[in-house]
């Protein structure tokens, strides 16, 4: 069974946005991948286009999502379910760092 711990995990800092990848090719996930990012307070989010669907998973903060146009500002416990060839910006709150 694999397992990846959450000391193995691989950091990447993007855009302002701190982001640790975990589940990947690299690590034995054939469909799926799974990260964590970290946006700053205040920090604007880079539009990019998703290739696959996407499920976005708050952990702290209210970061404002913007899909294709259309912006939606999350709370934690809420999942962003992003279509698959959609235009995706994710931005941090104004007062406080975001995690998903």
Same mark, same amino acid.
């Given at each position: 069974?694999?397992?990846?711990?959450?000391?193995?995990?691989?950091?990447?800092?993007?855009?302002?946005?701190?982001?640790?990848?975990?589940?990947?090719?690299?690590?034995?996930?054939?469909?799926?991948?799974?990260?964590?990012?970290?946006?700053?307070?205040?920090?604007?989010?880079?539009?990019?286009?998703?290739?696959?669907?996407?499920?976005?998973? /708050?952990?702290?903060?209210?970061?404002?999502? +913007?899909?294709? #146009? =259309? *912006?939606?500002?999350?709370?934690?416990?809420?999942?962003? /379910?992003?279509?698959?060839?959609?235009?995706? +910006?994710?931005? #941090? =709150? *104004?007062?406080?760092?975001?995690?998903?």
């Amino acid at each position: 069974m694999p397992v990846i711990r959450s000391t193995e995990g691989t950091v990447h800092d993007v855009h302002g946005a701190t982001f640790t990848a975990y589940a990947n090719s690299r690590t034995g996930a054939s469909e799926l991948c799974a990260w964590s990012t970290r946006i700053p307070a205040g920090q604007s989010g880079v539009p990019h286009r998703v290739s696959k669907e996407e499920l976005l998973l /708050v952990t702290s903060g209210t970061p404002r999502f +913007t899909i294709d #146009g =259309a *912006a939606v500002d999350a709370n934690p416990g809420d999942v962003i /379910v992003v279509p698959a060839d959609s235009i995706l +910006t994710v931005g #941090g =709150a *104004a007062d406080q760092d975001s995690t998903m």
